[in-house]
């Protein structure tokens, strides 16, 4: 379960137990365990930043499905417990979540809502994590939390001097958090949609779009685009083509590229 599908079944249920109880005798709890843990303080951390009062517990309660002939309930619980079983499991589970959360998306939000959820690549645990949100009350202010504390979504910050308008971040961006105009004149950032993939940072070659090292819960309750740069728009003085750039350049990426490769194939210096 990611930390969104927990936040969101805490909210929907008001009260959540994992039963840490077979963890003891599970082959593959060295795995499975830590991360549990690591996703339910995460998910505890950011429950509080939003003032809700949902409970999340972890029990020993050591849940059998039946009460009858325990013992041979407890070897078949045991025996099913392979990996095989669990990637299983885990896609009945987010089948299941895909029903559950398109019934509540229908019920829930307004038309304006289920129409940019449809226009956008975002996955089902964030459509889940939108609409539990909408159900609960806002906070009576917008805490800031770590960023580093927040696994599944980001804030970005973009230094203007050194982006060089090549299109890649937003281009490359799979839930088009990161998105232009047309005219590539601009770039924007929604931050609800981002699922911190971090792909965008890895292909900025000037590691020009970075990390903010604080989040503000005001994105959950009042998601906003933001601009995070706007671009020149001009025709290349060489090819003719209209291109962006944040600087005074006549020539777009490409052709400046070409010009630069001629010019050190043939030793030509800038005084020259
Ligand atoms: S932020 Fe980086 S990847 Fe995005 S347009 Fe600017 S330079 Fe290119
Ligand atoms: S980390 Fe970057 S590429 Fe990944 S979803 Fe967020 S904005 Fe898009």
Redesign the pocket.
């Given at each position: 379960m990611s930390v969104e599908h927990i936040i969101s079944l805490a909210i929907l249920k008001k009260k959540m137990v994992f039963d840490m109880g077979h963890c003891d005798s599970c082959s593959i709890a060295h795995k499975c365990k830590p991360q549990i843990l690591k996703n339910y303080e995460e998910a505890t951390y950011i429950l509080s930043a939003m003032e809700n009062e949902a409970e999340i517990k972890l029990e020993d309660v050591c849940f059998i499905k039946e009460t009858q002939n325990k013992e041979s309930d407890r070897r078949d619980f045991f025996n099913s417990i392979t990996l095989g079983n669990v990637a299983k499991g885990k896609h009945a589970f987010e089948a299941e979540v895909k029903k559950a959360t398109d019934e509540l998306v229908e019920h829930t939000l307004q038309k304006e809502d289920i129409a940019l959820l449809k226009k956008k690549r975002v996955p089902e645990k964030r459509k889940l994590f939108f609409t539990a949100i909408k159900r609960v009350s806002k906070p009576s202010q917008f805490h800031i939390v770590d960023a580093n504390e927040v696994t599944f979504t980001s804030q970005k910050l973009?230094?203007e001097d050194?982006?060089?308008?090549?299109?890649?971040?937003?281009r490359i961006c799979p839930t088009g958090a990161?998105t232009s105009d047309i005219k590539n004149s601009k770039?924007d950032f929604d931050p609800f949609l981002c699922i911190k993939c971090s792909i965008?940072h890895d292909?900025?070659?000037?590691?020009?779009?970075t990390l903010s090292s604080s989040y503000n819960v005001k994105e959950f309750f009042e998601p906003a685009v933001q601009n995070?740069?706007s671009f020149k728009v001009r025709r290349c003085d060489e090819c003719n083509v209209i291109f962006s750039t944040n600087s005074n350049d006549k020539m777009c990426y490409r052709c400046k590229a070409e010009d630069e490769e001629a010019r050190s194939l043939w030793g030509i210096t800038e005084d020259m």
């Open positions: 973009l230094n050194s982006c060089t308008a090549c299109q890649m971040c937003y990161l770039i965008c292909v900025c070659e000037p590691d020009a779009i995070l740069v």
